[in-house]
């Protein structure tokens, strides 16, 4: 009988994926809303203890190969997981499994039970998509499954109660598919150049060909269509409207992990498939990224202070964050990798946190708009204390889990001696400051319009994982073994490797 | 000609002429797939990209006009440019391309020759594009098969079939372009002859894509464009009264877990997710019974997403 327990942790990678991707065709096939919702949670937050058992399997630096079809790489696909695997494997199954929780409840008010069926099933194929994308070792694998999670992005962006959410949806459906493109003709030359598929392979075979222009062409390829996808500045065109139209909780998970997952997708194939010193080197991928996302940070953050839509507000902060981990790497070095990794997993958790309390009072207002918000601490006091607390999270204020990404990412930029770069980080971080205020400003200090005077507190399915997310934020700020810690060790692992 | 085909297609306001060069384009794209031994691709080029497509593109298009409206130029500077850039990378790339067809490429020598000697001894089925697809690569597959899924979740979410009632429940619409169809007698004819061949043809090729060109890919497009046929001849209420929609809902679903269920056997078997030689005590019989099984897992998730997707925009333009 001992047997099967260490069959069942060796089958883990592979069932880690099953979970979600079975439980959709499955729900799929109800009618009724409610059971497919039990269904989808019961699936997301098995999930998510999966990933708990693979991150303390790998937990101090190890590494778990699983061979899908019983074939050896390089003929065979394989799965790799190691830490920095396992801490996005969390960020998408925990994340997901706490909006899946609160979908339920935010789904009622505008769908009927068949779609919300459909809708759940889109919603965990999304994720499994996501967790396929993030286990495997094989780039071709990569895109397979990327095909899947932008399909089921789209279709969720597009079912937002506004038409505008259509449009939305086929811009970013026109701009994930130059990417998809470009990502595959990237792997298409490799293959080209080496023969093989693999990641590990790839990394081996690809050195003697370094000064090959075919393999050139397949870095620049690679570049565009991942900055595409992960909406890095000036490539950020879609996310905004993407996030105000996509349809009230949806947008906490896709803030939380698809733009995460894709950067997760840049770091490995950056720094694992094509190697720093091709990387940042022959190509001076740094000379680049640094200008852009440094760019990048400040245009949206300012943005993002002028406007008047709460989730447009966020939208914006999104892509000014996402230059924040964009020039963690490109500071290449200890401290900027560790906080890119780092505010991988904080600003998920912050930024889906904000969303969601967010969709707590949009549930009841019926509008995101700043206006229709005012006074809402007042009505809603524990949403907006959780918002609260994510908000200034989010700004970098000590003890929260902010603080201790921006904190490496300084500390990265003063190692280099870039101390224009660090006063910047600072002066983007008043920017913050600016736009959290704001809108808590708002929220508290205006008097709420009587039409919403009456409002009463968010239901709890929904105010509980709101919660959650913001002790966490508080948790991480203080207890960084799992964040910081872990991601110093991926770092000189990652620089390690070159 | 593709060129030829690609420009006109982007300068013609008339947007029937326009579908039915992309049917041509993809005709044409299938015939390239031949020449370069890909026959596979080539079947399902044509199933798909000539036909159904075509079609799908055609019930749209019942629905919006045919008509392309005018509209104001826009900035095509900046789009123009980076259209350029990227050509420019590709033939950049290309300089230092091994030439077409070198034995000796990178391609040729280091996973492929496993692939071509041993996996007859391994896998079993004398086409090697099975053994890949469906073995070595069947992960890949799975994952593929999980797109045509998704995608179909996503017509039916954004289109809203299913909710609303099928042809058959409602009413009898006043004026069925779709039926005076059945007026055509040459068309009908035709269709009599071709029908049953074709849907005898699927199932063919499923069967036998472990020895010849074929699968479940290719195998479903076939038998849906065999039912859109008929569906196209007859009435979309016909059609739907031998496959009712909302049981036909189920089916991409169950393709999808038939395919997952043989890699979950496998694990139980003592195996890896997929590894269908632990299937059975004999690792040819378990691969080659894996095999047919998860090509009939995609054959009947791609017909039922082909069919389903048909109907739904069928119902929409009635």
Redesign the interface.
Known sequence: MSQIPS?LVE?LP?IQL?LT??A???C??FRNGDLSWRIATVASWASVACAFALLHQVWGGGSIS??????PP????EVVIDELTAIVLLLVTLFGALVMTALRESLSSIM?H??QS??Y??FL?CM??LI?ITITG?A??VF??L??SS??T??LI??GRDRRALTAAFRYLIMGTIGATFIL?AIG?M???????NMADLSE?LPEHYD???L???F??FTIGIALKVAMFPLHYWLPNAYTYSPKATTAFLAATATKVSLYVMIRFIFDVYGVEFAFGQMQLGTLLVPLSIAGILVASLTAVFQDDAKRLLAWSSVAQLGYMALGIALLNANGLTSAVTHMFNHAMMKAGLFLALATMIYRTQSSSLASLSGIGRTMPWTTGAFAILGIGLIGVPFTAGFISKWYLVSGALDKDWLPVAVLLIISSLMAIAYIGKMLDVMYFKPAPSEFAEIKEGPKSMLIPCWIFALLTLYFGIDTRLTAGLAGRVASNLLGAS | MLVATVFAIVKLDHLMTAVMLMGFFSLLSSCIFMILDAVDVAFTEAAVGAGASTIFILAALAIVGRKSKKKRREKTILPLIIVTCTGALLLYATLDMPYFGTPDAPVHTHVAPRYLLESGEEVGPPNIVTSVLASYRGYDTFGEAGVVFTAFIGVLLLLGAGTRKSGLEREAPPNVKVESMRQKIVLREVADLLIAPVLVFALYVQWHGDFGPGGGFQAGVIFASAIILYALIYGIVPAQKILPPRKLAYFPGIGLLLYALVGVIAMFKGGNFLAYGALMADPHDGQHYGILAIELGIGITVAAVMINIFFSLSERSL
Not at chain 1, 66 to 71: K, S
Not at chain 1, 74 to 77: K, V
């Open positions: 069959q089958q592979a099953l991707l079975l959709a065709p499955i799929s096939m699983y061979e899908m079809g019983g074939w390089p003929w065979g696909i009927r068949q779609r459909l809708y099933t889109t194929l499994a998509s396929g094989d071709f694998n397979v499954f095909e899947i399909l089921a789209y279709t597009a079912r003709i030359f293959y080209m150049l080496t023969g093989t598929l075979r090959n222009k075919v050139h062409a397949s620049a390829f």
